[in-house]
């Protein structure tokens, strides 16, 4: 099992940037893929980015495409989502999510962080 912790979240305004973090532990080398996805309130959980371990493939969602820049520092076991332009609708509770598969379905990813909340402001 993988544990994960997420850390950056905040309050921002409109335009402003964040960067989260996830740093993985316990058995991260049973891990293929790390994925970002976000939650806001009534909402399903929705895909943002995913990048894997090995050779650091990349998949955005259209949403946040351009904006958001997933990377990972595979020595260190974390995983980092650098997100500019930030807009309102980007608000909701971001987690990172470890799978031993490619997917961007929420299913195909088998341990999760506690989430952080991200709050941006008009």
């Known amino acids: 099992q993988v544990q994960l912790v997420e850390s950056g979240g905040g309050l921002v305004q409109a335009g402003d940037s964040l960067r989260l973090s996830c740093a993985a532990s316990g058995r991260p080398f049973s891990s293929y893929a790390m994925g970002w996805f976000r939650q806001a309130p009534g909402k399903e959980r929705e895909f943002v980015a995913r990048?894997?371990?090995?050779?650091?493939?990349?998949l955005y969602s259209t949403a946040v495409k351009g904006r958001f820049t997933i990377s990972r520092d595979s020595a260190k076991n974390t995983v980092f989502l650098q997100m500019n332009s930030l807009k309102p609708e980007d608000t909701a509770v971001y987690y990172c999510?470890?799978?031993?598969?490619?997917?961007?379905?929420?299913?195909?990813?088998?341990?999760w962080g506690q989430g952080t909340q991200v709050t941006v402001s008009s």
């Open positions: 999510a470890s799978a031993r598969v490619l997917g961007v379905l929420p299913q195909a990813y088998d341990s």
């Open positions: 990048i894997t371990w090995t050779d650091g493939m990349i």
